[in-house]
Protein backbone atom coordinates (compact mmCIF):
# COMPACT_ATOMS: atom_id res chain seq x y z
CA UNK A 1 0.00 0.00 0.00
CA UNK A 2 1.60 3.24 -0.69
CA UNK A 3 1.87 5.27 2.61
CA UNK A 4 0.20 8.50 1.21
CA UNK A 5 -2.96 6.77 1.09
CA UNK A 6 -2.98 7.04 5.05
CA UNK A 7 -3.59 10.55 5.17
CA UNK A 8 -7.87 9.53 4.03
CA UNK A 9 -7.84 6.65 5.92
CA UNK A 10 -9.99 7.70 9.16
CA UNK A 11 -9.28 4.79 11.48
CA UNK A 12 -10.38 0.51 12.32
CA UNK A 13 -13.29 -0.48 13.02
CA UNK A 14 -14.14 -3.99 14.25
CA UNK A 15 -18.10 -3.93 13.85
CA UNK A 16 -19.98 -7.25 12.41
CA UNK A 17 -20.10 -7.83 8.64
CA UNK A 18 -23.47 -7.31 6.89
CA UNK A 19 -25.72 -10.30 7.31
CA UNK A 20 -26.22 -12.60 4.27
CA UNK A 21 -23.56 -10.52 2.43
CA UNK A 22 -21.11 -13.05 0.45
CA UNK A 23 -16.96 -12.37 0.39
CA UNK A 24 -16.47 -10.24 -2.95
CA UNK A 25 -12.95 -11.01 -4.53
CA UNK A 26 -10.12 -8.69 -3.87
CA UNK A 27 -9.37 -5.58 -6.31
CA UNK A 28 -7.53 -2.64 -6.56
CA UNK A 29 -9.08 0.33 -5.10
CA UNK A 30 -8.47 3.69 -5.84
CA UNK A 31 -8.72 7.55 -4.67
CA UNK A 32 -10.48 9.91 -6.40
CA UNK A 33 -7.38 11.74 -7.72
CA UNK A 34 -5.98 8.58 -8.94
CA UNK A 35 -2.71 8.80 -7.41
CA UNK A 36 -2.91 6.07 -4.80
CA UNK A 37 -4.13 2.79 -4.69
CA UNK A 38 -4.39 -0.77 -2.84
CA UNK A 39 -5.24 -4.62 -2.67
CA UNK A 40 -8.11 -4.88 -0.60
CA UNK A 41 -11.68 -7.16 -0.25
CA UNK A 42 -14.95 -4.68 0.78
CA UNK A 43 -15.70 -5.64 4.22
CA UNK A 44 -18.72 -3.37 5.14
CA UNK A 45 -20.16 0.02 5.20
CA UNK A 46 -20.54 1.64 8.70
CA UNK A 47 -21.81 5.09 7.85
CA UNK A 48 -20.23 6.80 5.28
CA UNK A 49 -17.09 5.22 5.56
CA UNK A 50 -15.97 1.60 3.64
CA UNK A 51 -14.11 -1.28 5.64
CA UNK A 52 -11.29 -2.84 3.74
CA UNK A 53 -9.29 -5.87 4.35
CA UNK A 54 -5.87 -5.84 3.03
CA UNK A 55 -3.82 -9.16 2.53
CA UNK A 56 -2.38 -8.85 5.58
CA UNK A 57 -5.86 -9.33 7.16
CA UNK A 58 -5.80 -5.44 8.52
CA UNK A 59 -8.66 -4.04 8.28
CA UNK A 60 -9.00 0.18 7.41
CA UNK A 61 -11.59 2.78 7.02
CA UNK A 62 -11.96 4.98 4.25
CA UNK A 63 -14.21 7.74 3.45
CA UNK A 64 -16.71 6.96 0.84
CA UNK A 65 -16.23 10.26 -0.96
CA UNK A 66 -12.16 10.17 -0.89
CA UNK A 67 -12.80 6.67 -3.46
CA UNK A 68 -12.68 6.97 -6.95
CA UNK A 69 -15.84 7.32 -8.58
CA UNK A 70 -15.57 3.51 -10.21
CA UNK A 71 -15.23 2.80 -6.70
CA UNK A 72 -18.04 4.43 -5.28
CA UNK A 73 -20.51 2.61 -7.85
CA UNK A 74 -18.84 -0.52 -6.75
CA UNK A 75 -19.68 -0.39 -2.83
CA UNK A 76 -23.34 1.15 -3.12
CA UNK A 77 -23.77 -2.19 -5.78
CA UNK A 78 -22.88 -4.34 -2.65
CA UNK A 79 -24.88 -2.17 0.06
CA UNK A 80 -27.70 -4.70 1.06
CA UNK A 81 -30.93 -2.58 0.69
CA UNK A 82 -32.84 -1.77 3.35
CA UNK A 83 -35.05 -5.18 4.82
CA UNK A 84 -38.34 -5.31 3.14
CA UNK A 85 -41.36 -7.42 3.31
CA UNK A 86 -42.56 -9.93 0.66
CA UNK A 87 -44.77 -7.81 -0.89
CA UNK A 88 -42.10 -5.32 -1.71
CA UNK A 89 -42.99 -2.73 0.88
CA UNK A 90 -40.93 -1.64 4.14
CA UNK A 91 -40.24 -3.63 6.46
CA UNK A 92 -42.94 -3.03 9.42
CA UNK A 93 -39.83 -3.45 11.82
CA UNK A 94 -37.69 -0.63 10.77
CA UNK A 95 -41.20 1.53 11.81
CA UNK A 96 -41.25 3.40 9.19
CA UNK A 97 -44.75 2.15 7.87
CA UNK A 98 -44.89 2.28 3.80
CA UNK A 99 -47.71 4.13 2.80
CA UNK A 100 -46.02 4.27 -0.84
CA UNK A 101 -49.06 2.58 -3.02
CA UNK A 102 -51.82 4.56 -1.53
CA UNK A 103 -53.76 6.17 -4.02
CA UNK A 104 -55.37 9.07 -1.95
CA UNK A 105 -54.42 10.82 1.34
CA UNK A 106 -54.47 8.63 4.47
CA UNK A 107 -57.96 8.59 5.86
CA UNK A 108 -58.99 11.10 8.81
CA UNK A 109 -61.02 8.36 10.54
CA UNK A 110 -60.73 4.02 11.50
CA UNK A 111 -62.89 1.14 10.89
CA UNK A 112 -62.89 -0.22 14.29
CA UNK A 113 -61.00 0.27 18.03
CA UNK A 114 -60.57 -1.96 20.90
CA UNK A 115 -59.15 -1.57 23.98
CA UNK A 116 -55.94 -4.02 24.37
CA UNK A 117 -53.96 -3.09 27.59
CA UNK A 118 -55.76 -2.82 30.86
CA UNK A 119 -54.24 -2.50 34.85
CA UNK A 120 -53.38 -5.96 36.13
CA UNK A 121 -50.47 -6.13 37.88
CA UNK A 122 -49.07 -4.96 41.13
CA UNK A 123 -46.45 -2.63 39.51
CA UNK A 124 -48.67 -1.16 37.33
CA UNK A 125 -50.03 0.74 40.14
CA UNK A 126 -48.55 4.81 41.04
CA UNK A 127 -45.98 4.48 43.87
CA UNK A 128 -46.30 8.26 43.97
CA UNK A 129 -48.80 9.14 46.34
CA UNK A 130 -51.98 7.21 47.50
CA UNK A 131 -55.01 8.94 45.22
CA UNK A 132 -52.71 8.76 42.05
CA UNK A 133 -53.18 4.95 42.76
CA UNK A 134 -56.96 5.30 41.19
CA UNK A 135 -55.22 6.85 37.82
CA UNK A 136 -54.28 3.76 35.13
CA UNK A 137 -52.04 5.27 32.78
CA UNK A 138 -50.71 2.10 31.50
CA UNK A 139 -50.50 2.15 27.86
CA UNK A 140 -46.84 4.10 25.86
CA UNK A 141 -47.26 0.76 23.34
CA UNK A 142 -44.58 -0.15 20.93
CA UNK A 143 -45.42 -3.31 19.14
CA UNK A 144 -42.63 -5.29 16.99
CA UNK A 145 -42.73 -8.85 15.15
CA UNK A 146 -40.14 -11.53 16.34
CA UNK A 147 -39.40 -12.86 13.14
CA UNK A 148 -35.21 -12.01 12.87
CA UNK A 149 -32.67 -12.12 15.22
CA UNK A 150 -31.72 -15.30 17.99
CA UNK A 151 -34.79 -17.64 18.40
CA UNK A 152 -37.56 -15.82 16.11
CA UNK A 153 -41.12 -17.13 17.06
CA UNK A 154 -42.81 -15.10 14.35
CA UNK A 155 -45.20 -13.69 17.70
CA UNK A 156 -46.20 -10.13 18.00
CA UNK A 157 -44.17 -8.33 21.04
CA UNK A 158 -46.52 -5.48 22.59
CA UNK A 159 -43.68 -3.13 25.30
CA UNK A 160 -46.10 -1.28 27.07
CA UNK A 161 -45.13 1.58 30.50
CA UNK A 162 -47.45 3.58 32.26
CA UNK A 163 -46.04 6.93 33.78
CA UNK A 164 -46.18 6.57 37.23
CA UNK A 165 -43.30 5.96 39.66
CA UNK A 166 -42.18 3.80 39.88
CA UNK A 167 -42.86 1.99 36.15
CA UNK A 168 -40.71 -0.54 34.23
CA UNK A 169 -40.81 -1.38 30.80
CA UNK A 170 -43.34 -4.74 30.23
CA UNK A 171 -43.87 -6.88 27.20
CA UNK A 172 -47.28 -8.69 25.89
CA UNK A 173 -47.54 -11.34 23.50
CA UNK A 174 -50.07 -12.65 20.22
CA UNK A 175 -50.12 -14.96 18.00
CA UNK A 176 -51.65 -12.33 15.40
CA UNK A 177 -51.11 -8.63 15.03
CA UNK A 178 -54.97 -8.07 16.26
CA UNK A 179 -54.51 -10.33 19.77
CA UNK A 180 -55.62 -10.52 22.05
CA UNK A 181 -52.00 -9.91 23.97
CA UNK A 182 -51.08 -11.47 27.01
CA UNK A 183 -48.70 -10.36 29.41
CA UNK A 184 -45.46 -12.45 30.36
CA UNK A 185 -46.44 -12.78 33.84
CA UNK A 186 -50.51 -14.52 32.19
CA UNK A 187 -48.29 -16.99 29.90
CA UNK A 188 -45.71 -17.86 32.68
CA UNK A 189 -47.29 -17.64 35.95
CA UNK A 190 -43.59 -18.31 37.79
CA UNK A 191 -42.75 -14.87 36.87
CA UNK A 192 -42.96 -12.19 39.41
CA UNK A 193 -44.15 -9.71 36.88
CA UNK A 194 -44.38 -8.90 33.58
CA UNK A 195 -41.55 -6.57 32.92
CA UNK A 196 -38.17 -7.06 31.10
CA UNK A 197 -36.73 -3.78 32.40
CA UNK A 198 -37.43 -2.92 36.46
CA UNK A 199 -36.69 0.26 37.48
CA UNK A 200 -33.91 0.30 40.11
CA UNK A 201 -35.92 1.75 42.88
CA UNK A 202 -38.81 -0.64 42.34
CA UNK A 203 -41.10 -1.09 44.29
CA UNK A 204 -40.64 2.61 45.23
CA UNK A 205 -42.01 4.38 47.77
CA UNK A 206 -43.69 7.72 48.10
CA UNK A 207 -42.64 10.61 46.34
CA UNK A 208 -39.65 8.88 44.98
CA UNK A 209 -40.36 10.11 41.14
CA UNK A 210 -38.42 6.93 39.31
CA UNK A 211 -39.84 5.88 36.66
CA UNK A 212 -38.88 4.08 33.05
CA UNK A 213 -41.54 4.73 30.39
CA UNK A 214 -42.42 5.58 26.49
CA UNK A 215 -41.02 2.80 24.88
CA UNK A 216 -40.02 2.67 20.86
CA UNK A 217 -38.77 -0.15 19.72
CA UNK A 218 -37.12 -0.43 16.09
CA UNK A 219 -34.51 -3.33 14.21
CA UNK A 220 -31.10 -2.60 14.20
CA UNK A 221 -29.80 -4.77 10.71
CA UNK A 222 -26.41 -3.70 10.59
CA UNK A 223 -26.10 -4.84 14.42
CA UNK A 224 -28.29 -7.20 14.21
CA UNK A 225 -29.79 -6.57 17.63
CA UNK A 226 -32.88 -5.33 18.93
CA UNK A 227 -32.89 -1.41 19.74
CA UNK A 228 -35.37 -0.03 22.63
CA UNK A 229 -35.43 3.43 23.35
CA UNK A 230 -37.22 4.62 26.66
CA UNK A 231 -36.84 7.49 28.96
CA UNK A 232 -36.08 7.47 32.72
CA UNK A 233 -35.65 9.90 35.93
CA UNK A 234 -32.56 11.40 36.53
CA UNK A 235 -32.00 12.11 40.08
CA UNK A 236 -29.33 14.27 39.67
CA UNK A 237 -30.59 16.34 37.34
CA UNK A 238 -29.44 19.49 39.14
CA UNK A 239 -26.14 18.44 39.53
CA UNK A 240 -26.39 18.01 35.67
CA UNK A 241 -27.63 21.11 34.87
CA UNK A 242 -25.02 23.02 36.38
CA UNK A 243 -22.21 21.13 35.04
CA UNK A 244 -20.62 22.84 32.35
CA UNK A 245 -19.78 19.99 30.21
CA UNK A 246 -23.81 18.15 29.74
CA UNK A 247 -26.72 20.30 27.97
CA UNK A 248 -29.93 21.17 28.76
CA UNK A 249 -31.64 20.31 33.00
CA UNK A 250 -31.20 16.54 32.11
CA UNK A 251 -34.50 15.99 34.48
CA UNK A 252 -35.91 13.34 32.18
CA UNK A 253 -33.75 11.92 29.24
CA UNK A 254 -34.02 8.91 26.26
CA UNK A 255 -31.72 5.77 26.95
CA UNK A 256 -30.97 2.42 25.19
CA UNK A 257 -31.38 -0.88 26.00
CA UNK A 258 -30.74 -4.13 23.22
CA UNK A 259 -31.01 -7.15 22.67
CA UNK A 260 -29.88 -10.02 19.73
CA UNK A 261 -32.85 -12.32 21.23
CA UNK A 262 -36.94 -10.62 22.29
CA UNK A 263 -37.95 -14.70 23.40
CA UNK A 264 -35.03 -14.08 26.23
CA UNK A 265 -36.55 -10.94 27.79
CA UNK A 266 -33.02 -10.11 28.24
CA UNK A 267 -31.92 -6.26 27.68
CA UNK A 268 -29.00 -4.55 27.94
CA UNK A 269 -29.19 -0.85 28.95
CA UNK A 270 -25.99 0.89 27.42
CA UNK A 271 -24.33 2.56 30.68
CA UNK A 272 -22.96 5.84 31.17
CA UNK A 273 -19.10 5.24 31.89
CA UNK A 274 -18.26 8.87 33.03
CA UNK A 275 -16.98 9.68 36.62
CA UNK A 276 -18.74 12.27 36.82
CA UNK A 277 -22.07 11.67 39.48
CA UNK A 278 -24.84 13.94 37.34
CA UNK A 279 -27.03 11.06 36.11
CA UNK A 280 -28.25 8.80 38.69
CA UNK A 281 -28.99 5.50 37.89
CA UNK A 282 -25.80 5.79 35.72
CA UNK A 283 -27.56 5.41 32.26
CA UNK A 284 -26.27 7.02 29.07
CA UNK A 285 -28.57 9.11 27.82
CA UNK A 286 -28.53 9.05 23.78
CA UNK A 287 -30.85 11.45 23.10
CA UNK A 288 -30.28 14.16 25.97
CA UNK A 289 -31.89 17.18 26.99
CA UNK A 290 -29.99 20.58 25.40
CA UNK A 291 -29.33 24.14 26.02
CA UNK A 292 -31.76 24.72 23.32
CA UNK A 293 -35.09 26.05 25.35
CA UNK A 294 -37.28 23.88 23.69
CA UNK A 295 -35.73 20.63 24.93
CA UNK A 296 -34.03 22.42 28.11
CA UNK A 297 -36.55 20.51 30.71
CA UNK A 298 -36.57 17.02 29.55
CA UNK A 299 -35.59 14.65 26.04
CA UNK A 300 -38.45 12.07 26.22
CA UNK A 301 -41.57 9.97 24.30
CA UNK A 302 -39.83 9.83 20.98
CA UNK A 303 -40.25 8.04 18.44
CA UNK A 304 -37.39 6.33 16.34
CA UNK A 305 -37.70 4.87 13.13
CA UNK A 306 -35.29 3.96 9.59
CA UNK A 307 -36.02 5.74 6.52
CA UNK A 308 -35.58 3.59 3.11
CA UNK A 309 -32.52 5.23 2.35
CA UNK A 310 -30.61 3.81 5.71
CA UNK A 311 -30.39 6.61 7.86
CA UNK A 312 -32.24 6.50 11.29
CA UNK A 313 -34.77 9.23 12.21
CA UNK A 314 -35.44 10.66 15.76
CA UNK A 315 -39.34 12.15 15.90
CA UNK A 316 -38.58 14.22 19.41
CA UNK A 317 -40.43 15.87 21.83
CA UNK A 318 -39.15 18.26 23.83
CA UNK A 319 -39.78 19.61 26.91
CA UNK A 320 -38.65 23.62 28.05
CA UNK A 321 -38.44 24.69 31.51
CA UNK A 322 -42.18 25.91 31.64
CA UNK A 323 -43.40 22.89 31.00
CA UNK A 324 -44.41 23.64 27.09
CA UNK A 325 -43.97 20.80 24.18
CA UNK A 326 -42.05 20.75 20.92
CA UNK A 327 -41.59 18.13 18.67
CA UNK A 328 -38.50 17.83 16.59
CA UNK A 329 -36.19 15.34 14.50
CA UNK A 330 -32.57 13.91 15.12
CA UNK A 331 -30.80 12.08 12.62
CA UNK A 332 -28.50 8.98 12.89
CA UNK A 333 -26.00 6.76 10.91
CA UNK A 334 -26.43 3.60 13.75
CA UNK A 335 -28.96 4.52 16.18
CA UNK A 336 -26.38 5.46 18.86
CA UNK A 337 -24.48 8.64 18.23
CA UNK A 338 -27.85 11.55 16.97
CA UNK A 339 -27.54 15.04 15.35
CA UNK A 340 -30.23 16.81 15.86
CA UNK A 341 -31.76 18.81 13.03
CA UNK A 342 -30.33 22.67 13.63
CA UNK A 343 -33.98 24.11 12.43
CA UNK A 344 -36.06 22.37 15.43
CA UNK A 345 -38.56 22.44 16.82
CA UNK A 346 -40.69 22.07 13.88
CA UNK A 347 -43.76 21.82 14.66
CA UNK A 348 -44.82 24.21 17.00
CA UNK A 349 -46.54 27.58 17.02
CA UNK A 350 -46.10 30.63 18.62
CA UNK A 351 -48.63 33.00 17.48
CA UNK A 352 -52.14 33.04 16.10
CA UNK A 353 -55.41 30.82 17.51
CA UNK A 354 -52.85 27.93 18.24
CA UNK A 355 -50.30 29.62 20.40
CA UNK A 356 -51.67 27.88 23.52
CA UNK A 357 -51.87 24.54 22.12
CA UNK A 358 -49.27 23.44 25.10
CA UNK A 359 -48.86 19.64 24.61
CA UNK A 360 -47.57 18.05 21.64
CA UNK A 361 -46.59 14.63 20.82
CA UNK A 362 -44.77 12.77 18.44
CA UNK A 363 -46.87 10.08 16.19
CA UNK A 364 -45.14 8.31 13.56
CA UNK A 365 -43.32 8.51 10.16
CA UNK A 366 -44.70 7.38 6.96
CA UNK A 367 -43.08 6.64 3.64
CA UNK A 368 -44.99 7.58 0.70
CA UNK A 369 -42.75 7.47 -2.42
CA UNK A 370 -40.50 9.45 -4.52
CA UNK A 371 -42.58 12.91 -5.63
CA UNK A 372 -41.66 14.08 -9.29
CA UNK A 373 -38.72 15.61 -8.55
CA UNK A 374 -37.21 12.02 -7.74
CA UNK A 375 -37.18 12.91 -3.77
CA UNK A 376 -38.62 11.26 -1.04
CA UNK A 377 -41.88 12.57 0.68
CA UNK A 378 -43.04 11.63 4.03
CA UNK A 379 -46.42 11.64 6.10
CA UNK A 380 -45.73 12.67 9.88
CA UNK A 381 -48.60 12.16 12.36
CA UNK A 382 -48.70 14.21 15.77
CA UNK A 383 -50.73 14.93 18.26
CA UNK A 384 -51.61 18.19 19.86
CA UNK A 385 -53.35 19.26 22.91
CA UNK A 386 -54.38 22.46 24.49
CA UNK A 387 -52.79 23.60 27.63
CA UNK A 388 -55.62 23.11 30.42
CA UNK A 389 -56.86 20.48 28.29
CA UNK A 390 -55.02 17.32 27.42
CA UNK A 391 -57.53 15.82 25.02
CA UNK A 392 -54.82 14.98 22.11
CA UNK A 393 -56.29 15.47 18.66
CA UNK A 394 -54.04 14.14 15.84
CA UNK A 395 -52.50 15.79 13.01
CA UNK A 396 -51.26 14.95 9.39
CA UNK A 397 -48.34 16.93 7.67
CA UNK A 398 -45.59 16.55 4.63
CA UNK A 399 -42.24 17.15 3.82
CA UNK A 400 -38.92 16.06 2.11
CA UNK A 401 -36.72 16.83 4.39
CA UNK A 402 -38.24 16.98 8.19
CA UNK A 403 -37.61 20.72 8.00
CA UNK A 404 -40.43 22.19 6.13
CA UNK A 405 -43.69 20.94 6.72
CA UNK A 406 -46.90 21.27 5.32
CA UNK A 407 -49.97 20.48 7.30
CA UNK A 408 -52.84 18.48 5.72
CA UNK A 409 -55.68 21.23 4.62
CA UNK A 410 -58.05 18.70 6.37
CA UNK A 411 -57.69 19.11 9.69
CA UNK A 412 -57.56 17.06 12.61
CA UNK A 413 -58.09 13.33 12.48
CA UNK A 414 -60.90 11.73 14.24
CA UNK A 415 -59.41 9.16 15.80
CA UNK A 416 -58.40 9.38 19.19
CA UNK A 417 -54.45 9.52 20.44
CA UNK A 418 -53.40 8.79 23.56
CA UNK A 419 -49.73 9.63 25.70
CA UNK A 420 -46.73 8.74 24.05
CA UNK A 421 -45.76 7.51 20.57
CA UNK A 422 -48.15 6.04 17.55
CA UNK A 423 -46.93 2.65 16.92
CA UNK A 424 -47.60 1.43 13.16
CA UNK A 425 -47.87 -1.97 11.25
CA UNK A 426 -48.86 -2.28 8.25
CA UNK A 427 -50.93 -5.87 6.56
CA UNK A 428 -51.87 -5.48 3.57
CA UNK A 429 -54.58 -2.33 3.06
CA UNK A 430 -54.91 -2.28 7.24
CA UNK A 431 -53.00 -0.17 9.00
CA UNK A 432 -52.79 -1.07 12.67
CA UNK A 433 -52.07 1.94 15.00
CA UNK A 434 -51.11 0.99 18.31
CA UNK A 435 -51.74 3.95 20.69
CA UNK A 436 -52.36 4.10 24.65
CA UNK A 437 -54.45 1.60 25.56
CA UNK A 438 -55.51 0.89 22.41
CA UNK A 439 -55.52 -0.92 18.57
CA UNK A 440 -57.41 1.33 15.98
CA UNK A 441 -57.31 -0.42 12.60
CA UNK A 442 -57.55 2.13 9.32
CA UNK A 443 -58.56 0.77 6.00
CA UNK A 444 -56.13 2.52 3.75
CA UNK A 445 -56.97 3.70 0.06
CA UNK A 446 -54.90 1.37 -2.17
CA UNK A 447 -54.83 -0.29 -5.21
CA UNK A 448 -55.91 -4.33 -4.88
Known amino acids: MNRVVV????????????????????????????????????????????????????????????????????????????????????????????????????????????????????????????????????????????????????????????????????????????????KLKKLDPSRDHSMVLVNPHSPGKQGDPSHYSSPSLVWNEDAQLWFMYFHYYNHFHRLWEEHPDYPGGGNQMTALATSPDLSSHKWTIVKDEGSDKVNVPKILPVLTTTKK????????????????????????????AKGACSVGFARSQDGRKWDLFPENPMIRPTSGKDAQ??????????????????????????SESRIGADVPKMRYGYTTDFVTITPDKRGYAKWPAGDGLISPWRVKDKLYLFAGKYLHVMQLPTFR
Open 293 to 320: AWMYGTSSYHAIQRLPTGEWLAFLRGTD
Open 7 to 182: AFIVYCFFHTPVSGQSQPPSRTWKDSTGKFSIEAVFVRVVGKQVVLRRDDKKEITVALAKLSLADQQYVRKLIPPMPRQLDGRLDNNLKCVDLSDMTGQLPLDVVSSKKILRRSEAWEYSTWKPEARKDDTVGYPSMVRNDRGKNPDGKFYLYYAHHDPTSGIACAIADSIEGPYH
Open 357 to 382: LGIYRPGFIGYLGKNRAGKHKYLVVW
